[in-house]
């Protein structure tokens, strides 16, 4: 264990936060310079669990504890921050050679994730599911707690048939099975392991099964996502660069009727055009991430990215990001986006 542990920690709202005394690691920004304190904590993160841009409203006032514990194949992380806002990168994303999980149990707190234009709140004392080959951002707008198990690919594919189907899609503690895993979480971030007489593989098995059982429950009640659609999103993926891109043309890809293929974003919750929208956005902030641009390249960077009118660009980019692409390009940016959806209704 790494640091000391102090049970109250230093500011309103954890003090009475409980954790383990015999966590493996122990980070906390209470004893860091104000100047260095972001920068510090979001290289803590991309060491020991993903690679995160973590910021806040009010940096010099940015507070955070973490304890992390092993158990065999899982990171069992326990989190305490003041409001945040996190991205993973298009970027982040390219640069992870395995896939991995986040799974998030709120125990105080709430937090709003957003991915390709879609928003999902993750209620204190509901689970939900990141993964980190794909890009998100999530905002906790208050002091919060979380029970964050970072996991690999291929538990996931150990313990669930259909691990997408999870993700995105928050459970409750309190349901049949997520009862039993809330309480086991809490009981070793309270307690830790290293007194204990089972092996932390073994752990990581009972984890696991309760997993599995959730995952089984929630597959009858998820949100309808046939491989239809799941060839819909990927040819998205591949053509949404395309400027003449239309819903009559990708349904003709996939060989459904127009109708059919506004029909199926209906059912899970999104349309064409936010789905879109937000590939385009996102991609141009990546690139316009990328490196330093003349002012005259952001045009033809919205081109690129399928937009045929600069001012149309500018003007979703602003909604979307809350600046200006000519300032995101020059690291001017805020904490978050302006809106929740590239997609104006």
């Known amino acids: 264990m790494t640091g000391r542990w102090d049970h109250h920690l230093p500011w309103r709202g954890f003090d009475d936060m409980t954790l383990g005394q015999m966590a ?3 980070w906390a920004t209470d004893s860091w310079s104000v100047g260095a304190k972001m920068s510090r904590w979001n290289d803590t993160v991309a060491t020991h669990m993903t690679e995160l841009h973590v910021d806040a409203a009010q940096p010099e ?3 955070a504890s973490w304890t992390q514990t092993a158990l065999g194949p899982i990171d069992l992380n326990v989190l305490g921050t003041t409001p945040q806002i996190v991205r993973r990168t298009p ?3 390219r640069s992870t050679a395995e896939g991995s999980y986040e799974i998030v149990y709120m125990q105080r707190g709430s937090m709003i994730v957003r991915e390709w234009g879609d ?5 204190q004392g509901d689970f939900g599911v990141l993964r980190n080959a794909v890009p998100y951002e999530f905002e906790c707008p208050r002091e919060n707690v979380a029970l964050s198990m970072h996991v690999s690919q291929g538990w996931m594919d150990k313990w669930l048939r259909d691990p997408e189907g999870l993700r995105r899609m928050p459970w409750q503690a309190r349901s049949q099975w997520g009862a039993p895993l809330a309480s086991l979480l809490r009981l070793i971030a309270a307690n830790g392991v290293a007194d204990c007489a089972v092996p932390r593989d073994v752990i990581a098995d009972q984890i696991g099964s309760l997993f599995a059982l959730i995952g089984q429950n929630a597959g009858a ?3 309808v996502r046939t491989s239809t659609f799941d060839r819909i999103e990927a040819l998205l993926d591949t053509l949404f660069t395309d400027p003449d891109l239309s819903p009559g043309q990708l349904a003709g890809e996939v060989g459904i009727s127009k109708r059919h293929l506004h029909g199926l974003f209906a059912d899970n919750g999104t349309t064409f055009g936010a789905q879109l929208v937000e590939r ?4 141009a902030a990546d690139r316009l991430s990328a490196g330093s641009l003349d002012a005259s390249f952001v045009g033809d960077i919205a081109f690129e990215a399928g937009f045929s009118d600069p001012s149309h660009f500018a003007r979703r980019f602003r909604k979307r990001f809350g600046c200006a692409p000519s300032a995101w390009r020059n690291g001017r940016r805020p904490i978050g986006p302006k809106g929740t959806s590239a997609f104006e209704h």
């Open 119 to 123: 928003e999902q709140l993750i209620r």
């Open 221 to 223: 009640q998820r949100r």
């Open 280 to 283: 385009r956005l996102q991609y």
């Open 91 to 93: 970027e982040m994303t």
């Open 61 to 63: 006032s940015f507070k």
């Open 24 to 26: 493996d690691r122990f």
